[in-house]
Structures are given as C-alpha cells and as structure tokens.
C-alpha cells in the first residue's frame, strides 16, 4: 500500500475554522447512521457493517465555497451501496437526501443534495482521509462527500440520511444565504495541494484538466 500524501497539507484552512457544530464525543460501539423517510426498508447501520461493505478508494478534489480547494486521498463507501440497502429507488429525480450530523452542544448541521445527481456523480460515506482514520474535527467516523457540490454541502459526523420529496435550506444555506443547490461554479479558486490558483470554466466536480 503506497503512502498516502497530500502536498501543502500544513496550508490547508483549518478544519475547525469551518465546523461549525465543533467536533463530537462519539463512541463507536452505540453509533449508527441511521437512514430513514422514503425508502422501503427504514435502518440503523453500525460502522462495523459500514467497514464490510466494498472499499472503494477516490483520489479526488473538493471544493469549499470560500475559494480554497484541495484534492486528498479518501476511502470509504459508495453511498449507491449504503443506500442500496435500505431500498431507495436511485432513478427518482424528485428524491432528496437530507443528511444530519451527529449533535453536539452546539446544536446539529445539515443539508440536502439532490439524490441522483449525487448517486450520479459516485458521492461517497468516507471514513478515511490519507491513510488515516478521519479525525474528530473532519468528521469522525463518517463523512458524506459529493465532488460536485461546494464543501458546506457535505456533511462531517453523519449520522442520519433522510430521504425526502423536499429540498430544505441547510445549515449554511439558512445562516449564511449560500445558494440551496451548491454546484460549483466556475470561479478562480485556490489549490492548496498545488500550491496554485486556478479559474475554474465549469459547473461541478474540477478535474486535472480543469487546472491544465
Ligand atoms: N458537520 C459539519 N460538516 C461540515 C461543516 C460543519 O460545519 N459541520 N462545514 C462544511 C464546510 S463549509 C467545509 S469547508 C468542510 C471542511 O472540511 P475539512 O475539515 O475537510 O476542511 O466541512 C463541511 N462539512
Ligand atoms: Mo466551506
């Protein structure tokens, strides 16, 4: 197994700096992620039956509204086989995905992606960030990650996927009026892996080429 490195990882943004909940007590042998509301068969799965699910490893970059982006090696489960089982029709495109982080005293954060989009663009449950397991502050134990939506869309520390018919102002959305749908949108952004700024011509996941 290679070493998993990510360039400039000391000049990425603070994790913290970004969490607004702050990081969460969780003991993993009562800590389910629970996926509820319009499936077929409603469930809690432990981490452990997380664990045995296919491995799948992304090497690929996220984007945080605020203009940094970074791209980081992460493993982790499909979300199509986590949702699999719980029964949720993928082909519905009035479907929704509202994920809960774990709450903390400081209350719980939020936010809702469209279903097959997400499905489409192989969004993932990550629990293992360059070779390591997530620490609290990037989510522990698990993390939803879409590449083709800014950051504030992708939950740390879920622990509740809730399919719906509606598409709901998250967190952020609500205090910081940042916009529901959260594609990413063509802007120059900063990579911090590369050390380089880049004008981003598109709408969704930014690819190499994207940065030539
Ligand atoms: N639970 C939770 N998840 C969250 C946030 C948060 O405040 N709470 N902030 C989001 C935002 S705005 C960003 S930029 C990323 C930061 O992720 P990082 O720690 O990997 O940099 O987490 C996202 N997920
Ligand atoms: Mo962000």
């Known amino acids: 197994m290679h070493k998993k490195t990510t360039p400039n990882i000391e000049k990425k943004p603070s994790s913290l700096r970004y969490f607004q909940e702050g990081p969460s007590d969780i003991n993993l042998k009562n800590w389910k992620l629970k996926i509820s509301g319009e499936v077929s068969n409603e469930l809690s799965i432990s981490y452990d039956d997380i664990l045995k699910l296919p491995k ?8 945080c509204v605020c ?5 980081r090696h992460w493993e982790g489960v499909l979300l199509s086989d986590v949702l699999a089982l719980a029964g949720v029709d993928k082909n519905d495109d009035k479907l929704f995905m509202k994920q809960i982080s774990h709450p903390t ?4 954060y939020d936010s809702t992606v469209h279903l097959s989009s997400a499905l489409k663009r192989n969004a993932i449950l990550a629990y293992e960030v360059d070779g390591e397991i997530l620490k609290s502050e990037q989510g522990f134990p ?7 939506l800014f ?14 018919r509606e598409n709901k102002l998250g967190y952020w959305e609500d205090y910081a009026g940042y916009d529901l749908d959260g594609t990413i949108q063509p802007k120059r952004y900063y990579a911090v892996d590369l050390h380089k700024k ?3 011509d598109g709408n969704g996941e930014v690819f190499d080429h994207d940065i030539e």
């Open 142 to 148: 698990l993390r939803f990650l879409d590449f083709g």
């Open 56 to 63: 799948s490893y992304f090497h690929r970059r996220s984007v």
């Open 105 to 108: 005293d400081k209350g719980v």
């Open 151 to 164: 950051l504030y869309k992708c939950v740390k520390s879920v622990s509740e996927i809730k399919i719906t």
């Open 67 to 71: 203009l940094w982006s970074i791209k």
């Open 198 to 200: 880049f004008y981003f």
